[in-house]
């Protein structure tokens, strides 16, 4: 019986190197944790960093396609009224000129029927040998 109580001991001894080991490998392993986690936080400011410049250098755009556009928006109203303007002045001079174009028209459709008819009449004079034709 002697040697149970070496035995014991030894046994201890194994439990509290095991222990240690242990100890040591779980330490060591949240070392590496907080470093990595470290690096992983300073990466994630970096790239918070460039998408602030990026949504910085976005608005900047923005801007600038917002002033460039307010012109555009400028001519095209201009356009739209000078083309009102224009339909307006169009549909006033039809109304102020068209009853003397309508009277033109009266005037060229008497003149087309006068030459009808007298072209009508020498055609029958001709066949009826009355009269001569006109060159």
Do not use: W
Request: no cysteine.
């Amino acid at each position: 019986m002697a040697e149970q109580p070496a035995d014991t001991e030894v046994t201890k001894l194994r439990i509290e190197l095991s222990e240690a080991r242990t100890d040591k490998k779980f330490a060591d392993m949240l070392g590496e944790m907080r470093a990595g986690f470290a690096e992983l936080g300073g990466r994630i400011e970096g790239l918070g960093i460039r998408l602030n410049g990026r949504i910085d250098h976005l608005g900047t755009r923005i801007d600038g396609l917002e002033r460039s556009s307010s012109s555009i928006k400028q001519t095209v109203i201009g356009t739209g009224l000078a083309v009102v303007a224009l339909i307006a002045a169009m549909v006033i001079g039809m109304l102020a000129f068209g009853q003397a174009g309508f009277g033109l028209g009266l005037s060229a459709r008497d003149t087309a029927k006068a030459a009808a008819t007298e072209a009508l009449q020498q055609e029958r004079q001709v066949g009826a040998g009355t009269a001569t034709p006109k060159p």
